[in-house]
């Protein structure tokens, strides 16, 4: 299984951040699953991959041309794809990948999740979605979610199309089990319970 990673490229963050990525990562490989990743050597991504090679793991950087500068590409991928822009890397790196894996980010981890997961409602893949929160990073993220359950803005079904764990082998098992369909979420915030 090719298993999409986000997360952040930041460096000077807790180190608890990057200790639960790097066991993500070398999780997902003693498990034969290759990476897809933004193709960093810096933050979390890095952080993911170095876990990963460790075990042995296959990686797939996937990375925009103008972020090819040494020192901002890991130098162990197996494969690095370039883009010319940031948008057909993330379509890249979606349409490679069979489940997306969520660390804790920034913006553009943010818009990579809140697109995957508006791409699930709106049926247009079905593939597993699970966010690594470590050290409780997602707390306010899944309050929101469940307000926007709450308030109406977004239907009871799409708290199902993704689920969050602190544990990197439950993340692990729970993507490997996932067999959910496109649950087209808009359909039932629309027309109501059960869609048209």
Same mark, same amino acid.
Request: glycine share 16%; hydrophobic share 50%.
């Given at each position: 299984m090719k298993v999409c990673v986000f997360g952040a490229s930041s460096s000077g963050?807790?180190?608890?951040?990057y200790e639960a990525a #790097?066991?993500? #990562?070398?999780?997902?490989?003693?498990?034969?699953?290759t990476i897809v990743f933004g193709g960093g050597a810096s933050g979390l991504m890095g952080a993911a991959a170095r876990g990963a090679k460790g075990e042995g793991g296959k990686l797939i950087g996937v990375a925009p041309r103008f =972020?090819?500068?040494? +020192?901002v590409l890991y130098e162990g991928c197996d494969e690095l794809?370039?883009?010319?822009?940031? #948008?057909e890397r993330k379509k890249l790196m979606e349409d490679l990948s069979d489940? @997306? /894996? *969520?660390?804790? +980010? #920034? *913006? +553009?981890? @943010?818009e990579e999740f809140f697109e995957a997961l508006? !791409?699930?409602q709106l049926g247009r893949h079905a593939k597993a979605m699970a966010i690594l929160d470590t050290n409780g990073y997602y707390t306010e993220l899944e309050a929101?979610?469940?307000?926007?359950?709450?308030?109406? =803005? !977004?239907? &009871? +079904?799409?708290? &199902?199309?993704?689920?969050a764990f602190t544990d990197p082998r439950?993340? &692990?098992?729970? /993507?490997?089990s996932y067999r959910g369909a496109a649950e087209e979420v808009w359909k039932e915030q629309i027309f109501g319970k059960g869609g048209r």
């Open positions: 963050l807790a180190q608890v951040y #790097g066991a993500l #990562g070398a999780e997902l490989a003693r498990r034969g699953h =972020f090819d500068e040494p +020192g794809l370039f883009t010319e822009t940031m #948008g489940a @997306f /894996v *969520i660390l804790p +980010g #920034g *913006i +553009g981890t @943010f508006t !791409l699930k929101m979610m469940d307000r926007a359950v709450r308030e109406g =803005f !977004l239907a &009871a +079904g799409g708290r &199902a199309l993704y689920e439950a993340l &692990a098992d729970y /993507v490997e």
